[in-house]
């Protein structure tokens, strides 16, 4: 147990230099920007029927456009909860979330639907993509969502996949494929839209260290490149410093949010939720 | 009650060994039994699956059962308490009457054997009601009385027993009814060229011994007074011990009376008829209309077979990990198929069980639908079948064991396979890997194959005969399948496969005449053939499955972007789901094959109704028989003086007939019939209007056989009803080209004529020569005519003209496309009621396409997440999962259809492109079935598919 936390705290160490660099390039363009997404006093409780869960209890943050933020947080405190609400994939229960300057209260499913498929790219940990369609299919979908012929959109999911390092593997199948590279396809799939942001819950959770550095220097490449903006939540430290800014919560609140080179300490993020 | 017997002894001893097995592993055996509990919906889902194949055993047993006990019970009727029935027979074979002191002899011989004897006089008369202008040409009269017991009931008036005593007339309830007769009307009875005027004494209750309610009844020298025949009797009928229907003893009587050669003079004491043969005969009978409730229900139950298959590898599928996490456990294999064996011994026992009960009730069904919607055969008899309604015991339980064993062995077979499962992709819930291309297991599985199939298809060969050509066909079927499987190692699954299923479609599309002539083949080569190529279209289809999207996305997504994508994922999936899918779209096409199978020949059928009509009538309208011995003489001269007849007859028919004896020498189990010997002159053989149906292969043609019977006295030609015909679903004759038979006639006996040819057509009946022989044998008169009319709108008003000028010789005509019509509309009933009783099966494929769904559903609930965050509206997550299964279903649908349109075709050039019909394709009924079809398949699907619709995204990326 203790070598494990050993282990860690060394991780720990080497994050935060290379957090700095991230910083540096992140902070000389963000300025201009104003918010893509905002909460506020966002409250989310599920009804369980016997119960009532207070997952979110008034969370109020912005988001600004280009920046990429990372999320931590002990286990159940709400990460997710808080990327699906901002997302739109699950409905508020007060307050109220902006994106791109529309309130998400008052758009309906299919509104809501078309915002995600126009302007919203996903990376999850597992599940991510479709096992009947081939790698390059798979990515094509959100632009045949969204109205691209399919000539044009073959063409930029092959570009996509060549620019995540996958090229030659268009035709294989995700069971074809390893965890780095279907995780590669996810990502392909999450900017082929080329979106405006893209959310992770945890996208390089199943994934070994060297796999995970990979899959961030991508990101935080894409990030630099296209000037999207990245909402990541992760346990990760080593993914966590690669953010230009780092919003810890706790028990459904923000906790705080850490300048830039600054890490939560590993005793916070293992509190769970007994001692909440 | 043989056979049920040993099922239930088979049943009991594995139902023991099972429990026993069960006894020695009481954790496992706990462990099956609380699955079968666990979740009581889907209990009750793979229940009702389950149970299709026993309740389709179940229903057409009581079928069979009910069947049997309608055509039976008017048998028990005729003959209520008589057994056997003896008769005298002259030396030229006539019924003659006898001495009735031969009464005394009979009992003699019967001794224990027989209840009691009674000699009696059942003969014909004519009856008139003069008060009510009403007359019965036909009547049987019985001269009763003398009997040696009690053992034939008594006779039964108003409730009452009566006796019938000399002198008095006692009248059959139904007959009164016609003739409007009471106690006490005045009625003249004709017999014997006399006039008899008679007070009636009473009515006889239709019941007993007078069940049909007809005839009259007196004593038996009141009889022998009016028919001339003081002290003779034309009958004895002997009761044996028992009842109506548990009489015992009937062949020691006939073989005693066979034995003892009774004689009165020249006359001899034969048996004429008896009720168990009778009883016999009238089952075979219905074994041709049950057999094919059978036949139908064959491919019902296979359907229901491969939902039990899809029921099983669905609930291995869903255990996959709770079952391999067992196996890391150390659980070993042995042990998880026990643990699958004693949960589908449960099941099999509930689910048969049920479905032989539910059976009987879908048996009342087909019998209400047969009794209330369907015209029977003889027109104005209703079929009142539900008052004959039955099961039986053996049916019932011949139906569950049936059903258990075909159940339990569909799932122990299943679950051997699912219980293989790999530890490691069990748990992490990986699909199984395609077999690689070097796969030695598959190249082998190929020799083996190819090995079975040249065995089987030479055996086949070499032994030839009924049974042999399915065989065959089934032996080359899998030399090729095996060919597949080795070709695979060298050009891959794909084009191996591909090639092996097209050629064997394409071989079992072959009409029956391709195989080798002495190859047998019958329904048994229809239902394998039908089901190997519905297998190889699969195969077609599923190993070219990308080629399938590719193809079908193009189609769909034509100028929307998003409907392509939406497509190619909707039929992405089942097609990469090959097995489950397979067997949907096999149970769709196996039901789907024998409708459209049915539509095409009812379609052939009513379309070529005027080229039936042509072929049976030889050109003409209206057919006549005399029904008394008085043959018509002046045809041609009473039809001219008619003023109504004479300008629309415009031609005619009519060979001399008579009455003749036709006794079957090859045949001596048969007992010689009466019939018609007919007399075609030159004219009429030389031209003969009618085609034959089969003659001897020494002639070239059927013209050839009829001017043989010019110039040779020593063959015939027989009306198609004396033919065998193996496929007719009522009595036919039992007689074969080359017989050779016997013709009495009132002046000699024509011996060892030998039958060339037998006719196409039922409106000449009889054995026909040149009429020079037939005159011989002193018939001069037509008792058969055929009338051609002028406008055949008004055959309907000629034939009624005709009765009445030819009412002397009690002429009864029948206008040839009326009773066509009748017979093709009874024809088509029968075919909605197979049809009816086919969508069965076809429930269970709708049923096999829900619980599919059902589960995709489940196991996509993560995916429908993530594409309902990528954006994926609701909306297209409810199409996405309509247009899978509509997919399914058409594709079952397509696959059924056309295979079912190439049958049909290969049926038409076979049998009736010869006769000259047209292929008709009844387009419009056969996609209406497909419609209804795909439309119940759609209400069953959209309900999950709605619930997939609803489920909300950041719900189903969270599940676990
Ligand atoms: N569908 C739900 N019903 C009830 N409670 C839920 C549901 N989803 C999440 N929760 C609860 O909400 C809280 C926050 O969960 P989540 O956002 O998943 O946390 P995190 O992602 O930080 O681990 C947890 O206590 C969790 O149990
Ligand atoms: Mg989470």
């Known amino acids: ?276 | 009650m043989d056979f049920a017997v040993l099922l239930t002894v088979i049943f009991a001893v594995v139902l023991t060994a099972i429990l026993l097995s069960g006894a020695r592993n009481r954790i496992t055996f706990k462990m099956g039994m609380r699955n079968i509990w666990r979740r009581k919906v889907n209990t009750v889902i793979i229940l009702s699956g389950l149970m299709v194949g026993t309740i389709i055993i179940s229903s057409s047993f009581v079928v069979r059962d009910t069947m049997n006990e309608f055509v039976t019970d008017s048998v028990y009727d005729t003959y209520y308490m008589d057994d056997v029935v003896l008769v005298g027979k002259a030396v030229n074979g006539e019924e003659v009457y006898f001495n009735q002191e031969v009464m005394d002899d009979v009992e003699a011989v019967c001794g224990k054997n027989a209840d009691g004897g009674r000699g009696y006089i059942k003969d014909e008369v004519s009856l008139s009601h003069p008060a009510a202008s009403l007359f019965e040409p036909v009547v049987t009269i019985n001269g009763v009385g003398y009997e040696t017991s009690s053992a034939f009931g008594p006779f039964v008036s108003n409730g009452n027993e009566v006796e019938i005593s000399s002198n008095e007339l006692w009248v059959g309830e139904n007959l009164a009814e016609d003739l409007d007769i009471t106690s006490g009307s005045l009625v003249i009875i004709y017999a014997m060229g006399a006039q008899h005027n008679m007070l009636v004494t009473g009515i006889l209750d239709a019941e007993g011994r007078t069940e049909d309610g007809n005839g009259i009844f007196v004593a038996l020298e009141t009889a022998q007074t009016m028919l001339n025949e003081p002290g003779r009797i034309n009958m004895i009928a002997i009761s044996n011990p028992g009842g109506v229907r548990d009489s015992v003893g009937e062949e020691q009587v006939i073989d005693a009376i066979d034995e003892a050669d009774l004689k009165d003079g020249s006359i001899t004491i034969e048996v004429l008829s008896s009720k168990k043969a009778d009883i016999e005969l009238e089952k075979e009978a219905a074994e041709g209309f049950t057999s094919i409730f059978l036949f139908l229900g064959v491919f019902s139950i296979i359907t229901g077979v491969i939902l039990i298959i899809n029921i099983f590898v669905m609930l291995g599928e869903e255990r996959k990990s709770e079952m391999g996490m067992a196996r890391a456990l150390g659980m070993r294999q042995k042990v998880l198929r026990k643990l699958y064996l004693y949960e589908g011994t449960g099941y099999a026992v509930f689910a048969s069980f049920l479905g032989a009960i539910i059976g009987i009730g879908v048996g009342y069904g087909v019998m209400y639908f047969i009794s209330e919607f369907m015209t029977s055969p003889q027109p104005g008899v209703q079929w009142s079948l539900l008052e004959h309604f039955t099961y039986t015991a053996d049916g019932l339980i011949t139906a569950f064991v049936m059903g258990f064993f075909i159940t339990l062995t569909t799932i122990i077979i299943t679950s051997s396979r699912i219980s293989k499962i790999n530890i490691i992709r069990a748990v992490r819930n990986i699909p199984e890997p395609p077999i690689d291309k070097g796969s030695k297991k598959m190249f082998r599985t190929g020799f083996v194959l190819i090995i079975l199939g040249a065995l089987l298809a030479l055996m086949a060969y070499s032994a030839g005969g009924p049974g042999t050509m399915a065989l065959f066909a089934g032996g080359i079927t899998s030399i090729i399948f095996g060919t597949g499987l080795i070709l695979r190692r060298y050009v891959g699954d794909r084009i191996a496969m591909t090639l092996a299923g097209i050629v064997v479609l394409v071989m079992l599309s072959l009409p029956f005449e391709a195989w080798p002539g002495h190859l047998v083949g019958d329904m048994d080569m229809f239902i394998l053939g039908g089901m190997f190529r519905i297998l190889s279209a699969l195969m077609v289809i599923m190993f070219n499955s990308d080629y399938v999207v590719k193809f079908i996305s193009f189609i769909a997504g034509k100028g929307k972007n998003g409907r392509k994508a939406l497509v190619k994922i909707a039929i992405s999936y089942p097609l990469t789901s090959k097995f489950r899918t397979g067997m949907t779209v096999a149970m769709f096409a196996l039901i789907i094959f024998v409708i459209t199978i049915m539509q095409v020949m009812v379609g052939m059928f009513s379309y070529n109704i005027d080229a039936q009509i042509d072929e049976v009538s030889g050109g003409y309208h209206i057919i006549g028989n005399t029904i008394s011995d008085t043959p018509i003489i002046m045809l041609e001269e009473t039809i001219e003086q008619n003023e109504l007849l004479a300008p629309e007859v415009v031609g005619f028919f009519a060979p001399i007939s008579g009455n003749a004896i036709i006794e079957t020498p090859d045949y001596p189990d048969e007992q010689p019939f009466p019939n018609q010997f007919v007399g075609f002159d030159n004219d009429s053989l030389e031209n003969s209007p009618f085609k034959l149906k089969t003659y001897m292969d020494s002639y070239p043609n059927g013209e050839a056989v009829w001017r043989e019977l010019m110039v040779n006295e020593s063959v015939v030609v027989a009306d198609s009803s004396l033919a065998y015909d193996e496929y007719a679903m009522e009595i036919t004759g039992y007689l074969l080209l080359g017989d050779k038979i016997n013709v009495l006639t009132k002046t000699g006996s024509y011996e060892n004529l030998t039958i060339i040819g037998f006719m196409d057509s039922f409106v000449i009946r009889g054995i026909i020569q040149h009429e020079s022989l037939v005159k011989d044998a002193g018939i001069y008169g037509s008792s058969q005519i055929l009338i051609k009319v002028r406008d055949e709108g008004k055959s309907s008003e000629v034939a009624k003209e005709l009765e009445k000028a030819f009412l002397a010789n009690g002429l009864q005509t029948i206008v040839i496309r009326e009773t066509m019509e009748e017979q093709l509309g009874a024809m088509n009933q029968f075919f909605d009621l197979f049809q009816a009783y086919m969508s069965i099966g076809l429930i269970v494929g709708i049923a096999g396409l829900g619980i599919i769904i059902i589960r995709a559903v489940t196991e996509r609930f993560k995916e429908i997440g993530m594409i309902r965050a990528i954006g994926f509206k609701r909306k297209m997550v409810l199409s996405s999962f309509l247009i899978e299964s509509t997919f399914v279903a058409v594709l079952g649908i397509l696959i059924g259809v056309s295979l079912g349109v190439v049958s049909g075709y290969s049926f038409w050039l076979e049998d009736f492109k010869e006769i000259g019909w047209s292929f008709y394709l009844p387009w419009g009924e056969i996609a209406l079935v497909g419609f209804m079809a795909l439309a119940v398949s759609l209400l069953c699907t959209i309900p999950p598919s709605y619930k997939a619709s609803k489920i909300s995204p950041a719900e189903a990326l969270r599940y676990e």
């Not at chain 1, 935060?16 to 991230?22: E, K, L, P, T, Y």
């Not at chain 1, 390089?204 to 903006?229: A, F, K, V, Y």
């Open chain 1, 1 to 276: 147990m203790e070598a494990t936390i050993e282990v860690t705290k060394t991780a720990h160490f080497d994050a935060q230099n290379s957090a700095m660099i991230g910083f540096e390039t992140w902070s000389g363009e963000s300025e201009n920007n104003g918010s893509i997404v905002r909460s506020n006093g966002l409250k989310k409780t599920y009804d369980t029927g016997r119960t009532k869960v207070e997952a979110l209890k008034g969370v109020s943050i912005s988001i600004k456009k280009g920046e990429m933020v990372a999320i931590m947080g002990p286990s159940g405190c709400g990460k997710t909860t808080l990327l699906n609400t901002l997302s739109g994939l699950d409905s508020i229960t007060e307050g109220d979330v902006m994106v791109d300057g529309v309130s998400l209260n008052q758009l309906s499913d299919n509104e809501k639907t078309d915002i995600r498929a126009k302007k919203m790219g996903f990376i999850f940990q597992f599940y991510n993509l479709l096992p009947v369609l081939e790698a390059v299919e798979n990515v094509e979908l959100p632009l045949l969502l969204s109205g691209v012929k399919p000539k044009e959109a073959r063409k930029r999911a092959e570009q996509m996949l060549a620019l995540v390092g996958l090229k030659g593997m268009e035709h294989q199948r995700p069971a074809e494929l390893s965890g780095g590279q279907r995780q590669r396809v996810t990502i392909a799939r999450a900017l082929v839209n080329n979106p405006a942001i893209v959310w992770g819950d945890e996208p390089t959770g199943d994934l070994d260290s060297n796999t995970s550095q990979e899959i961030m220097d991508l990101l935080c490449r894409l990030n630099r490149e296209n000037n999207q903006t990245f909402v990541i939540v992760t346990h990760d430290l080593n993914v966590a410093k690669r953010a230009h800014r780092i919003i810890t919560m706790r028990n459904g609140r923000v906790h705080e949010e850490l300048p830039p080179g600054v890490l939560p300490t590993m005793e916070f993020l293992e509190g769970s939720m007994e001692n909440q």
